[in-house]
Structure formats: C-alpha cells, structure tokens
C-alpha cells in the first residue's frame, strides 16, 4: 500500500498516484509537477525602486504576490521572471526597509 513501513533497519516509503510526493533513488521528494513550492522575504531598503528577489526555486514559471507588512494590503507591483531563480520588482516609489512582503509561487 500507500505510505512509509519500517521493518528493521530499512525505511520503505510508496507514494499515493498523483500525491504531490515522489519516492526516487535518492529519496523522498516534492513532486512540482503537482504541488506548488514557495519563497517569502520582507522586502524594501528605502531607496531602491527596482528589487531583485533570489527565490532559486529553479524556474521563470512563476506567481508573484507582494502585501504591505503593516496593514496586510494587496500591493500592485509590476515584475519580471528575471531568470530560473530570481524575480526583479519594479516600484513608482522605493518601498521603506522592510515594508512589503513578496511571496514567490512556482
């Protein structure tokens, strides 16, 4: 069946089809095809207007979201995938140190 068994010194594990998890050679691990990996930062220095956010969640197919820490407000913000591991988030007015939150989805 489903699920991780022990039986002495060995650790057996079988994933549920379409689960979200994949059991490989070299272990168990998140299947991204169907479960979605995230990265969160505080984000804002007070005098950039343009952030580079390194997520390295290894693709450019990705969800951006970004909220004011304070009152929790949807921020609108334009952005690019800049590459596999990083998004860079464009401002009308540096945001203060620390006063976004972006949260990355891939």
Excluded: C, M
């Amino acid at each position: 069946g489903n699920g991780i068994s022990i039986a002495a010194n060995v650790i057996s594990a079988v994933a549920a089809a379409s689960g979200g998890v994949q059991v490989v050679a070299g272990g168990i691990q998140l299947d991204s095809s169907i479960a979605v990996r995230k990265f969160s930062a505080n984000i804002g220095n007070g005098s950039s207007t343009s952030l580079a956010v390194t997520h390295s969640l290894g693709t450019q197919d990705v969800t951006v979201a970004v909220r004011e820490v304070a009152s929790q407000a949807v921020v609108l913000v334009d952005w690019v995938a800049t590459d596999a591991n990083t998004v860079t988030l464009s401002f009308a007015t540096a945001p203060a140190s620390n006063a976004y939150r972006v949260t990355v989805h891939a």
